[in-house]
């Protein structure tokens, strides 16, 4: 059973900078294309950062320029780096890993907060 547990949520001011990371258990890290997606309440869960085996990346329109996705295969970590948080960056985050073509797996989700 792989395990995604994400870490370094909080409250953040608006402006300022987070880190987010997600450790992934197993063996097939080098094999999952990794993402973050967040959820605010009432909205759908969207988007925010791809990274593939090969290191190629994605973003969601909103976090271009200011958030960076990258990853660890020593670790076995997905890192999201945060930089000029606004209050619409107030969301649950989550770490999902997936083949291409196979079942998604899941983190548990951690709180990002942005204050004014």
């Known amino acids: 059973q792989v395990q995604l547990v994400e870490s370094g949520g909080g409250l953040v001011q608006a402006g300022g900078s987070l880190t987010l990371s997600c450790a992934v258990s197993g063996s097939m890290f080098n094999y999952y294309i990794l993402a973050w997606y967040r959820q605010s309440p009432g909205t759908q869960r969207d988007m925010v950062a791809t990274?593939?085996?090969?290191?190629?990346?994605t973003y969601g329109g909103s976090v271009k320029g200011r958030f960076t996705i990258s990853r660890d295969a020593m670790k076995k970590t997905v890192q999201l780096q945060m930089s000029s948080l606004e209050l619409d960056d107030t969301a649950v985050y989550y770490c999902k890993a997936a083949r291409p073509g196979g079942l998604p797996y899941w983190g548990q989700g951690t709180q990002v907060t942005v204050s004014s």
């Open positions: 990274i593939t085996p090969g290191g190629t990346t």
